[in-house]
Structures are given as structure tokens and as C-alpha cells.
């Protein structure tokens, strides 16, 4: 097979390099303006949750840049994927929110926040005018809206609150200081209870992804995946807690967010390989 043609197959053919280079531009377009809006109408506090802010939208675009080389590397071609073509957007983003968990500045959280936004105003023009858009487009596209409002409720306060308040100093939206709770070497229950329903549900959607019907599935089934996903969870979190508490006599903080983040890789890992055969019976 030429070269030409086995990247015809793998979307970088010109048709789809041009629309790349549109989505780049437009992203870009917007992205401008509504960073001066933002500029011009808000006032952004760095603490934080803009560093939490630029981890989280990191962890969603490398699972995006991932699945992209997974599809267009595992599945046969001429399948439907994600766009390669892409690839480059994908990689400004994500070079720009390294910068942002890196430095917390205001004016780079907006522009953070602004191409985030513009993106998945360009995901919807496209899905309207081409068929570039698949579900995993969309699904990044609701965490990343969703992390956008994350860092508006934790971040952001508008000027006109500020020329408005009854006191000259701005709420900083930082969390206030309290007495340091005592660590723990296990998570609490409600996490647990979220835990378990989060990892019910995926099992759920990964048997339906392997093409069976929701009313055939078997719970012992659905059990053994869940149970499959806590324990590969608890064993990885088990590692650098333990050596966390080697290393500094105290347990380590934030486990509960970074047990979260662990089963959104390994839940991500589980599912994946069962969306591609999705994909390849399309």
C-alpha cells in the first residue's frame, strides 16, 4: 500500500487535514475572543482549584489523544475514529494546560478556560456539518464543559460583583482555613458508595458495548467487572499511599481525589478495547 493511501486510511488525507486546520483556526478565533470577554468582565482568583482545574482537563485530553492513536493504530481500515488529523489541536491544548497546573497566572487560566470553551463550540459546528464528531468527542467535550464550570464556582467572580460588594476586598473563593482533619490510610464511605455505583455502571456499559442487550447481561457478571475495577483501583491507590506513609509518617492527602483519577484511567483502559470492537462492527 502506498503511502498516500494508508494515510488516506488513517484520516490524513487532505480533505481531513483541511478541516483540521478550520477547526484549529476557528478554535482559535473564538478562543481570542472570548479571552478579551473574560478579561474585560472577570476577575480570576488562582488557588487551588485553577491547578486541580489544569490537572483535571490534562487527564481528559491525554484519554483523548490516546484513544485517538488506539483507533486509528488497532482498528482495521477504512473503520470509523477518530480524527489524526487532530492530533496537533489536541496537543496545543494540553501543552497550554500543562502550563496552567504549572502557573496558576489570570491571565493564562482565562486563555485556558476560553480555548476550552471555543472547543466545544467548534465540536458542535462540526457535528452540524460534517461527520467528524463521535462519541468520544462528546464525552470529553461534557467533562471538559463540566471542569469549566468546576473552575468558575471555585476560580471566577465577575467585576460587577466586585464594584457592587459591601466590602472593598474580593471573596477569594479560597477555602477557608480550617483545622487540618486527620488523615486516613482508607477512604470514607460515601466515596465507597460512589465508588461501587460508578464501577456498576461502567461494568453495565461495557458488556453493552460488547453487543449485549441490557435485560440479558448477568449480575454476576456486572459484579465480577465491578468488582474487577475497585480492586485494580485499591491495589494502585495501596502503592503510593504506603510509600507516602513511609516517606512522611502521615497519610497521604487528597487520596480521595487521586483514588478518583486512578479509577477513571483504569476504568478507561477496561472499556476501551470493548468501544474499538463497537466501532469496528459500525
Not at 175 to 192: D, K, N, T, Y
Not at 246 to 256: F, G, I, R, V
Amino acid at each position: 500500500m502506498a503511502f498516500d493511501d494508508l494515510f488516506a486510511a488513517r484520516g490524513l488525507a487532505l480533505a481531513s487535514l483541511g478541516g483540521a486546520y478550520l477547526a484549529v483556526l476557528a478554535n482559535l478565533v473564538i478562543a481570542i475572543a472570548l479571552f478579551l470577554v473574560s478579561r474585560a468582565t472577570l476577575v480570576i482568583t488562582p488557588n487551588r482549584a485553577t491547578k486541580h482545574y489544569g490537572q483535571y482537563v490534562l487527564v481528559v485530553l491525554v484519554s483523548l489523544l490516546l484513544a485517538t492513536g488506539l483507533e486509528n493504530t488497532l482498528l482495521p481500515d477504512g473503520s470509523p475514529t477518530l480524527q489524526m488529523a487532530l492530533v496537533p489541536h489536541l496537543v496545543l491544548l494540553i501543552v497550554l494546560h500543562l502550563w496552567i497546573y504549572y502557573r496558576q497566572e489570570p491571565w493564562l487560566v482565562a486563555l485556558g478556560g476560553a480555548s476550552i470553551a471555543a472547543a466545544g463550540l467548534v465540536i458542535g459546528l462540526y457535528a452540524f456539518t460534517s461527520d467528524l464528531i463521535h462519541p468520544a468527542h462528546w464525552l470529553a467535550a461534557g467533562s471538559l464543559y463540566a471542569l469549566l464550570g468546576y473552575l468558575w464556582f471555585y476560580s471566577i467572580s465577575t467585576k460587577r460583583a466586585f464594584i457592587t460588594a459591601d466590602s472593598i476586598y474580593m471573596d477569594s473563593k479560597e477555602l477557608r482555613a480550617e483545622s487540618a482533619l486527620v488523615q486516613r490510610p482508607w477512604l470514607g464511605w460515601p466515596q465507597w458508595v460512589a465508588l461501587v455505583i460508578a464501577s456498576v455502571a461502567l461494568a453495565g456499559i461495557n458488556s453493552v458495548l460488547r453487543g449485549i442487550d441490557i435485560a440479558q447481561i448477568p449480575a454476576v457478571q456486572i459484579g465480577l467487572e465491578s468488582a474487577f475495577l475497585l480492586g485494580i483501583t485499591a491495589l494502585v491507590c495501596a502503592v503510593p499511599a504506603s510509600t507516602y506513609w513511609l516517606t512522611h509518617k502521615h497519610w497521604m492527602p487528597e487520596l480521595t481525589r487521586f483514588a478518583w483519577l486512578v479509577w477513571l484511567v483504569v476504568g478507561f483502559a477496561f472499556t476501551y478495547g470493548n468501544y474499538l470492537n463497537g466501532l469496528d462492527r459500525v
